[in-house]
């Protein structure tokens, strides 16, 4: 009878410790996608829009209208003469200096973005209000890398929505799985006992012993299982080899789903008891 | 107290048996006779609450006998034996106990070497004659204590010696109130009372 018990709680640990470790595999993958997409995003996030043009009133205007849109990052916007001291400065074009009269240089506006939020549709809404600002403006941008960027973040953004929207159900799936298993191998174990108990009651024994061990197998299987994961996961994270715990929802789905069983057990094996 | 007031037992719609009017007394023997398919069984299994197609009352210390905890406190032993065989004979002797005190274990001790079983104590209960393996259900029923001790077909078991043994193991139970009710084909000597079952009619001789 011992025997059935300890092999019940292998079992539901079995059970526990896949579901877990199948959570944390998957939970580590979304995180290596993200890591991967975010890094896609740092590279786009250094590369600058260059906006050239005559119109520096327009330009501050634009700055204006755009710089508290969700995909902007920063703007900085530089008259002719600035930028032409800060070419100077930075070629050390002393002798130039004496030229700058002569020739003007276009205003700059330098925008940053934030490349989680830049995709085709803003894009092309700020490229139609910068050529409505100025429409000899000068746009300069890597638009190829951009493009190639924004087709892999697309991708990985995809696929990490598809993994979290079928977290949910992937876990109820488990559940229903696990919930058969343990009902059919516990209901299996009970049975095996009845003879044990048919003849224990004929000898005599208190009848409700069977009900007592069978709450008290329970209870065990419901936290023993658990607890032990919990360490393990614990243990994992001391050593490294995970990064994250996994979070006390599931560690109830999964006592949920123990209680379920037993329950249905019960019912199953009814007058039995 | 064990009080049968017009105790019909059927068996698929017909009346096996009628007992008008019973009682049986704590610390007293009643030996119920009767043949073959007369009904003695049902009638045992219907004071344990095994057999339900009865009507009348069957009361125990003026309660109905299936409104309380009742089936604790009688233990039937039927004809075949209710043993775990792959089990030693120790080990199936504490089976109906939650914990073997010293007190149940020396009782089980006495018991076992008063029927003569002493020696196979760590014999395997399958292994042994049925005789033996009805001692043993009868003495884990002896040091229980019960308030009634069903046993079915009595004569069948033992020997005229070891029927003696059995008798003196039951004497305590029965020093102890319990009651001891069995059944038989034949007349058995020690029993306080005998009743028989004639014409489906319990009647006290």
């Known amino acids: 009878m011992k025997r ?8 539901v640990f079995v059970i526990v410790s896949l579901w877990n470790f199948s959570h944390l ?6 995180g290596e996608l993200e890591e991967e997409l975010s890094s896609y995003y740092g590279n786009l996030s250094v590369i600058p829009m260059v906006v050239f ?3 520096a009133a327009g330009l501050k205007a634009l700055k204006q209208t755009i710089e508290e849109k969700k995909y902007i990052n920063s703007i900085t916007v530089e008259n002719s003469s600035q930028v032409t001291q800060k070419l100077i400065k930075k070629y050390n074009l002393q002798e130039a200096d004496l030229l700058k009269d002569k020739f003007e240089l276009p205003n700059v506006m330098t925008i940053f973005f934030h490349p989680e939020h830049f995709n085709e549709e803003n894009k092309n809404m700020l490229n139609r209000l910068i050529l409505a600002m ?3 403006a000068d746009i300069n941008y890597n638009e190829n890398l951009w493009q190639e960027i924004q087709e892999q973040t697309t991708s990985l953004s995809n696929k990490i929505n598809f993994y979290r929207k079928i977290n949910l159900p992937l876990h109820i799936v488990i559940s229903l799985v696990s919930i058969f298993l343990i009902t059919l191998f516990w209901v299996h174990f009970e049975n095996k006992n009845n003879n044990y108990w048919t003849i224990f009651r004929k000898a005599g024994g208190n009848i409700k012993i069977r009900s007592l061990k069978f709450y008290s197998l329970g209870v065990m299987l419901i936290f023993l299982p658990i607890i032990v994961n919990i360490l393990l996961n ?4 001391q050593k490294g080899d995970v990064i994250d715990f996994i979070e006390p929802r599931w560690f109830c789905l999964q006592a949920g789903t123990i209680l379920f069983s037993g329950i249905l057990t019960r019912s199953i094996l009814g007058e039995k008891f | 107290m064990l009080k049968i007031d017009n105790l019909e037992i059927k068996s698929r719609k017909k009346r096996v048996l009628i007992a008008p009017y019973a009682i049986f007394e704590s610390g007293i023997s009643y030996l119920v006779l009767g043949k073959n398919n007369s009904g003695k ?7 344990a609450g095994q057999y339900k197609a009865v009507s009348g009352d069957i009361n125990w210390k003026e309660k109905k006998i299936f409104s309380s905890r009742f089936a604790c406190s009688s233990i039937f032993l039927e004809r075949n034996c209710h043993l775990l065989p792959e089990k030693t004979v120790w080990e199936n002797l504490c089976l109906p106990f939650s914990k073997v005190t010293s007190r149940i274990k020396n009782k089980l001790t006495e018991y076992c070497h008063t029927a003569g079983i002493s020696y196979n104590i760590e014999t395997k209960a399958g292994h042994l004659s049925y005789s033996d393996q009805k001692f043993i259900e ?5 040091v229980q204590i019960p308030n009634i001790i069903l046993l079915d077909d009595v004569d069948t078991y033992f020997d005229e010696i070891n029927y003696n043994k059995a008798l003196h193991i039951l004497q305590s139970c029965l020093k102890n109130n319990s009651i001891l009710i069995a059944t038989s084909r034949s007349l058995l000597e020690n029993f306080h009372h005998t009743l028989r079952i004639q014409n489906k009619e319990l009647l006290f001789l």
């Open chain 1, 25 to 30: 595999y998957y939970e580590q993958k979304i």
């Open chain 1, 134 to 136: 100025d429409e000899n």
């Open chain 2, 138 to 142: 009868l003495i884990r029923t002896a």
């Open chain 2, 41 to 47: 069984s049902l009638f045992l299994k219907a004071i």
């Open chain 1, 234 to 237: 614990y243990f994992a994270i």
């Open chain 1, 4 to 11: 059935y018990g300890f092999l019940l709680m292998l079992i």
């Open chain 1, 53 to 55: 043009s005559e119109k």
